[in-house]
T-cell receptor, first 113, second 112 residues
Framework: GENVEQHPSTLSVQEGDSAVIKCTYS??????FPWYKQELGKGPQLIID?????GEKKDQRIAVTLNKTAKHFSLHITETQPEDSAVYFC????????????FGPGTSLSVIP | NAGVTQTPKFQVLKTGQSMTLQCAQD?????MSWYRQDPGMGLRLIHY???????DQGEVPNGYNVSRSTTEDFPLRLLSAAPSQTSVYFC???????????FGEGSRLTVL
């Protein structure tokens, strides 16, 4: 994995609104893009991932989109709920050489009831 | 299954002391890694291993040693602790090339 940028660093939304977090990567050979959610006092957990042969993947209220040409991918959370409040991390990985898994700096999402 | 188990959960050290953070996984994962997490800095990779007997450096390896004598265990050693090593440490494991990293609950280390 190579350098991954992530924006915004903090995000506050009203309950029920949508939240979008964007990541950009530098290694054009990256082919696996996971998103992790870290709740307070816990280790990160995978919530969704996408591989480079698809452009979008959905799982209930969360979705990830990938633009390989622009080298960026985004996490979309719809109908946000207070339990979505957490820190979210992205990563861009070459699965053929699964070694250094480097994460983006994280986004702290607050959902206001 | 227990997943990834880290011990201890909390530790206070004095500058210059040594200690080992333990990490064990029971999922037969080839890949294991250590991260440190500091406020505003995200998760930074310290060391990783793609199998027993194989280790390599991550982004911030200085001051830390690792070894991988078995598939299950991946201890992180601090030989001479410094206040800059105050952090929360996470161990993670995965099947190699399979994607999902499984994290432990973390070990909070304070160096005075």
């Amino acid at each position: 994995g190579e350098n991954v940028e992530q924006h915004p660093s903090t995000l506050s939304v009203q309950e029920g609104d949508s939240a979008v977090i964007k990541c950009t990567y530098s290694d054009s050979a990256s082919n696996y893009f996971p998103w992790y959610k870290q709740e307070l006092g816990k280790g990160p957990q995978l919530i969704i991932d996408i591989r480079s042969n698809v452009g979008e993947k959905k799982d209930q209220r969360i979705a990830v989109t990938l633009n390989k040409t622009a080298k960026h991918f985004s996490l979309h959370i719809t109908e946000t709920q207070p339990e979505d409040s957490a820190v979210y991390f992205c990563a861009a990985i070459r699965q053929t050489s699964y070694d250094k898994v480097i994460f983006g700096p994280g986004t702290s999402l607050s959902v206001i009831p | 299954n227990a997943g990834v188990t880290q011990t201890p959960k909390f530790q206070v050290l004095k500058t210059g002391q040594s200690m080992t953070l333990q990490c064990a996984q029971d999922m037969n994962h080839e890949y294991m890694s250590w991260y440190r997490q500091d406020p505003g800095m995200g998760l930074r990779l310290i060391h990783y291993s793609v199998g027993a007997g194989i280790t390599d450096q991550g982004e911030v390896p200085n001051g830390y040693n690792v070894s991988r004598s078995t598939t299950e265990d991946f201890p992180l050693r601090l030989l001479s602790a410094a206040p800059s090593q105050t952090s929360v440490y996470f161990c993670a494991s995965s099947y190699r090339d399979a994607g999902e990293l499984f994290f432990g609950e973390g070990s909070r280390l304070t160096v005075l």
